[in-house]
């Protein structure tokens, strides 16, 4: 057993420095006899002893990031001990440096952190440089490197917040000085004023807000098992500067219920509860500036049994205190999309306007209700036909032809949002083309179920353009209507026996906004045909445009300004082809 000695050969025995024995190993890596690397190990031990020494409180101190790099000694990993082969550890005496002095880390990683950059004109001759690197090149100590301030600040951190978490609903602001566009109106309780409104999966939801200045009109489908009552008409809401509004609200029966409910064939009358419920609500805004002054509401109720289909209408309208009439506009004076096409029949003096099929209930033509065509959106609707198998095709023609026309009534359509329906300047005519004449034979090969040439589809084509602006919002007009039938040969489907039985027969109308520019282009000459290389329409690199921020059509800034920058950049390439090679050999010679 060997005796303990100090590990520190200036050391005294007056010093409260550890009894320990100092180990050396040396470790090599051969390869046959060929040695290819050796290291030194010094291993420490020390007698076992408990800690009497006073344990230090004090924080490490985080040094300014932003003038010196917050780790001078990256590979100082140990706190107290000697890192191998890390030479800017202070803590490793110089005894201990001896053994790795040779296998130091080099980098950032072994302390330098403050590395040379680019454009140091030390670099020069390491690097290659351009020919006019001493022109532009920085004469700076390492210290003022440009890594500095390259981190966060150590008491200040930036905190993610996640794109999935849902915000906290906050309590809405009692409106005082009006309402704007879109703003939600209130009640005097400081609540949302909520009518069931559809969403963007299609769903009903009862608890939407009515937004200001804008109008809706939607149909949500329900049954008894799932029916549920809307806000009470008894609730006042907010004028928008704190006035109370109540609702004047008109009530009805509807005797006709064949638009909203849809009944099962198997539904027997006497077996099923029935109740009184919501059919439909029509709410009339009367607004003046900011604020509301005025709210109407008619609702009309009636009888829905358990097993049968509720299709439930709510709709929002606001009408301008100052308007003459309730007559809503579609814009003013182009047309806004959503908003209906506004029509007219000169010969019976008529407002009307062009119409769809909005399905209802089982879909045949014979329970189908409409709803206009709305301005820039295109459509598709239909419904289906009963036909029978011994069905006269011309009779069929005659009547897949009345219920397409039913649908355009009008002989006329405004050209704005704000036509007048008595000045014949606002309005364009409808062109309508002739039916295909049918074959000879009215039903194929003299055969009962076979009929061609039915005009099963109504294409309607408006072609539109925008022919100004107001206040920066493009005004749309229309400029032309037409409208065609294509027709379809039909036949009666049956299996191995044909029944007599009605078969169905689907009919159509599609509405197509077609846009136009307000005036005809500029046709394009031989050489911008030929030529696309300069065409900046067609490529990524517009030469033409080269020198456009120097001409007077640049308006992004001062004439001035451009022109100065111009000739900045003029100067520097000229300086450039002065320290350019070729002209460097001219000087030399």
């Known amino acids: 057993m060997r005796n303990l000695q100090l590990c520190l050969s200036n050391a005294t025995d007056c010093c409260m420095e550890p009894l320990c024995v100092v180990e050396t190993l040396q470790v090599s890596a051969c390869r046959g006899s060929t040695m290819l690397a050796k290291l030194l190990i010094q291993a420490e031990i020390y007698a076992n002893s408990s800690f009497t020494g006073n ?104 905190s993610l917040v996640s794109s999935f978490k849902i915000p906290l609903q906050t309590v809405p602001e009692k409106p005082l000085s009006g309402y704007k566009q879109g703003d939600p109106i209130m009640t005097t309780e400081n609540e949302y004023f909520t009518i069931r409104q559809q969403s ?56 006709d219920v064949r638009n909203f409910i849809s009944k099962p064939e198997d539904i027997q009358p006497a077996e099923v509860l029935c109740i009184n419920v919501t059919f439909a609500e029509y709410y009339m805004f009367i607004w003046k500036g900011k604020t509301i002054e005025e709210l109407n509401v008619t609702v009309l109720a009636g009888e829905l049994c358990d097993g049968e289909i509720l299709t439930q209408r709510f709709s929002v309208n606001f009408v301008s205190f100052n308007s003459t009439n309730t007559t809503e506009l579609s814009g003013n004076p182009g047309y806004q999309v959503g908003k209906p096409v506004r029509a007219v029949n000169i010969s019976s003096d008529t407002v009307t306007t062009l119409k769809l099929w909005q399905p209802v209930g089982s879909g045949l033509c014979t329970s189908e209700t409409f709803t206009p065509v709305l301005f820039g959106l295109n459509s598709l609707s239909g419904c289906i036909l009963e036909v029978n198998i011994n069905e006269d095709c011309g009779q069929l023609r005659e009547d897949v032809t009345d219920r397409l026309n039913s649908l355009i009534q009008a002989t006329h359509v405004g050209k704005r949002g704000n036509s007048s329906y008595n000045d014949l300047n606002d309005l364009v005519e409808i062109i309508r083309l002739e039916l295909p004449n049918p074959s000879a034979n009215g039903s194929v090969g003299n055969l009962n179920g076979i009929c061609s040439d039915i005009p099963a589809n109504l294409n309607i084509h408006i072609i539109t353009a925008d022919v100004g602006a107001v206040e920066g919002i493009a005004q749309e007009e229309i400029l032309g209507v037409q409208i065609s039938f294509s027709t379809v040969i039909w036949q009666f489907q049956c299996g191995i026996i044909c029944e007599n039985k009605s078969s169905s027969l689907p009919i159509a109308a599609s509405v197509q906004f077609i846009k136009v520019p307000a005036q005809p282009p500029i046709p394009m000459t031989r050489f911008q045909i030929n030529y696309t290389e300069y065409d900046c329409n067609r490529n990524e690199v517009c030469w033409p445009q080269l020198f456009y921020p120097l001409t007077w059509y640049y308006t992004g800034e001062p004439y001035s300004q451009c022109l100065a920058k111009g000739l900045i950049l003029a100067f520097f390439f000229l300086l450039a082809v002065v320290l350019s090679n070729p002209w460097s050999r001219i000087l030399k010679v």
């Open 200 to 255: 963007m999966a299609g769903q009903c939801v009862g608890n939407s807000p009515v937004a200001f200045l804008q109008n809706f009109d939607v149909k949500c489908v329900t049954s008894l098992s799932a029916y549920k009552e809307g806000l009470s008409h008894n609730v006042m809401i907010n004028s928008g500067t704190g006035d109370t509004i109540q609702q004047n609200v008109i009530y009805g029966n509807v005797t």
């Open 55 to 158: 344990v230090s409180e004090n924080a490490t101190v985080i040094p300014n990031q932003v003038f010196q790099p917050l780790g001078s000694c990256p590979c100082n990993l140990t706190a107290g001990i000697c890192d191998i082969r890390c030479c800017c550890d202070l803590e490793c005496t110089p005894d201990l440096k001896q053994l790795f002095s040779g296998s130091c880390y080099t980098g950032v990683f072994g302390g330098n952190v403050n590395l040379p950059f680019d454009q140091l004109c030390s670099v020069q001759t390491t690097n290659s440089a351009p020919d006019w690197f001493p022109f532009l090149c920085v004469q700076s100590p390492l210290n003022n490197t440009p890594f500095l301030g390259y981190f966060y600040h150590g008491s200040v951190s930036s």
